[in-house]
């Protein structure tokens, strides 16, 4: 009964380094998502992706990538990180958006960031 | 595009009080709404979504919520608060047409529980 998993769970970066966060789920969803949670911002979309091989941009996605090559899993990539992707990044995946209703989604527990 | 306001950044209500939290969104039509709780390092749970229908919705752990269309409004109430409710909330707004269920977040309203 897993759910969203997301590995790793803290993990701390010097400026300039790469790194990936992944991301699992196990209930077949088709859509998948990244955000960042910063005080007072709530949660902020990264990238998402409605199914497997596809990703697209959501409202912050400057200095990220992503891919989903398998449908249970959606890897967020930096690059060559900065202080200000400092953060705590969690994972979400959905059901298949429905004719008249929305379907809500489920979040993993986070991952805590930081880039000195 | 649709936006999402929680005026209240942190509320401290006593035990056994009844307890609410605002939401306000700006939406060009009727939203899908959503209430999650974020207990400390865990990730978001559901609390309560409105898709349509019956305006006010009963949830998980004792919550409700109304939507106010006149107010674009979806105010999450408690009526009598525990311990372990002390949390962050968020209110969430998704547009009826947008792909992928994408949603927009606000910025959280943190509850603290006196004994």
């Known amino acids: 009964n897993a759910g969203v998993t997301q590995t790793p769970k803290f993990r701390v970066l010097k400026t300039g380094q790469s790194m990936t966060l992944l991301c699992a789920q196990d209930m077949n969803h088709e859509y998948m998502y990244w955000y960042r949670q910063d005080p007072g911002m709530g949660l902020r979309l990264i990238h998402y992706?409605?199914?497997?091989?596809?990703?697209a941009k959501g409202e912050v996605p400057d200095g990220y990538n992503v891919s989903r090559l398998k449908k249970q899993n959606f890897l967020l990539g930096l690059e060559s990180a900065a202080p200000s992707q400092t953060s705590v990044y969690f994972c979400a995946s959905s059901p298949l958006r429905q004719v008249y209703s929305n379907q809500p989604q489920h979040f993993g527990d986070g991952t805590r960031l930081s880039i000195l | 595009a649709q936006s999402v306001t929680q005026p209240d950044i942190h509320i401290t209500v006593s035990e056994g009080a009844s307890l609410e939290l605002r939401c306000n969104y700006s939406?060009?039509?009727?939203?899908?709404l959503f209430w999650y709780v974020q207990s400390p390092g865990q990730g978001l749970q559901l609390l309560l979504k409105y898709f349509s229908g019956d305006t006010l919705v009963q949830g998980i752990k004792g919550f409700e919520a109304e939507f106010k269309r006149s107010q674009s409004s979806f105010n999450l109430r408690k009526p009598s608060v525990h311990w372990s409710d002390a949390a962050e909330y968020f209110c969430?707004?998704?547009?009826?047409?947008?792909?992928?269920?994408?949603?927009?977040f606000g910025g959280g309203t943190r509850v603290l529980v006196k004994p």
């Open positions: 992706s409605v199914g497997e091989g596809t990703t």
């Open positions: 939406y060009g039509a009727t939203p899908y």
């Open positions: 969430a707004v998704g547009a009826r047409k947008a792909a992928g269920n994408k949603l927009t």
